[in-house]
């Protein structure tokens, strides 16, 4: 049996990729295949509950230990992710480790730190960065309602999440339209949909 395919979007906060991947899950269903979407951080879970109450600004937690809940709740996801690609379904991930080195490295901890509670999970096997400037994404609705919603700091993350790029990342530019956007992303799935068939599951991150 094909193994599904771990397809992941990064990228700054309000730049499309919620509703990217919720187009690309309606999508690669419509074309007869399995896929699911997951987003991080997965805030329905306890420790999700403890990130959404730092990110609503209703608690305050030190640097280093909110990057360890971010790290913790893809970890609890592990076994999951890996069995529904396991079981052939596709998982279009919404932010991922990447997001979680980027955040935290752009408010002052050191990057080699950032990476270590991450060492050994799942890798992706396809991984879009969409790309914009900050001044643009600061005009799009909501901006600001969280706390890492603010020009300094998205613009450090934009560096940072540079500087972490892969280079298999695909970078989008995500001033383009939706549709255009969605049409380069469901290609580039196909693609990879059709090469990981048959190759094992690849933990290892980083
Ligand atoms: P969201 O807007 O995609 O729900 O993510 C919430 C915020 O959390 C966003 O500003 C990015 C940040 N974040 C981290 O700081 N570390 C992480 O590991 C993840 C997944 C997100
Ligand atoms: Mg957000």
Not at 160 to 175: C, H
């Amino acid at each position: 049996m094909s193994r599904g395919a771990f397809i992941l979007l990064e990228g700054c906060d309000r730049t499309g990729k919620s509703t990217q991947a919720q187009m690309l899950v309606d999508r690669l269903t419509q074309l007869g295949h399995r896929a699911i979407l997951w987003k991080f951080p997965d805030r329905t879970t306890g420790i999700g509950h403890m990130i959404n109450g730092y990110l609503a600004k209703h608690q305050d937690l030190n640097d280093q230990a909110i990057h360890l809940l971010f790290s913790a709740n893809r970890w609890e996801a592990v076994e999951q992710l890996a069995n529904h690609l396991r079981s052939g379904t596709h998982l279009v991930v919404d932010r991922y480790a990447y997001s979680g080195v980027a955040f935290s490295a752009a408010k002052g901890l050191d990057l080699e730190w950032c990476k270590q509670p991450d060492v050994g999970l799942l890798k992706p096997d396809l991984t879009f960065f969409l790309d914009m400037p900050i001044q643009a994404s600061m005009q799009r609705g909501g901006f600001g309602e969280e706390r890492y919603e603010k020009e300094e700091l998205q613009t450090r993350v934009r560096d940072l999440f540079l500087k972490l790029r892969e280079p298999d990342w695909k970078v989008v530019d995500a001033t383009e339209t939706i549709d255009q956007i969605h049409e380069k992303l469901t290609k580039a799935a196909q693609e990879t949909i059709q090469t990981v068939a048959s190759r094992e599951l690849q933990y290892g991150l980083w």
